[in-house]
């Protein structure tokens, strides 16, 4: 059964910084596109960023846009989200997710496998 483990999450102040990490076991995780979706309380759970399987294409929600960065190294089965620059509206749980579609995906109706979420708090 495939599993995605985050882990990275936290309290943290305005302006500061955290970088989250997402591990990935019982996949082909070279093959598979990558994602990050936040779910803050109260509101669906949205689209954060993405990264194709080799890592040569990413996208991001403009929100977050020149403030996170995904990146992954395939030969640790892993993603990640260094979020710099953090507001208090960021604050969500947050959740990777791994798809078997090869190319940028950006709704979550189109991911197949979902972690179970790392919390990250800013506050103000």
């Known amino acids: 059964q495939v599993q995605l483990v985050e882990s990275g999450g936290g309290l943290v102040q305005a302006g500061g910084s955290l970088k989250l990490s997402c591990v990935a076991s019982r996949l082909t995780f070279s093959s598979v596109t990558m994602g990050w979706f936040r779910q803050a309380p109260g509101k669906e759970r949205e689209f954060v960023a993405t990264?194709?399987?080799?890592?040569?294409?990413?996208y991001y929600t403009d929100s977050v846009k020149g403030r996170f960065t995904i990146s992954r190294d395939n030969a640790k089965n892993t993603v990640y989200l260094q979020m710099k620059s953090l507001k208090p509206e960021d604050t969500a749980v947050y959740y990777c997710a791994a798809t078997n579609l090869r190319s940028i995906v950006k709704s979550t109706t189109l991911y197949d496998y979902w972690g179970q979420g790392t919390q990250v708090t800013v506050s103000s």
């Open positions: 990264i194709n399987y080799s890592g040569t294409s990413t």
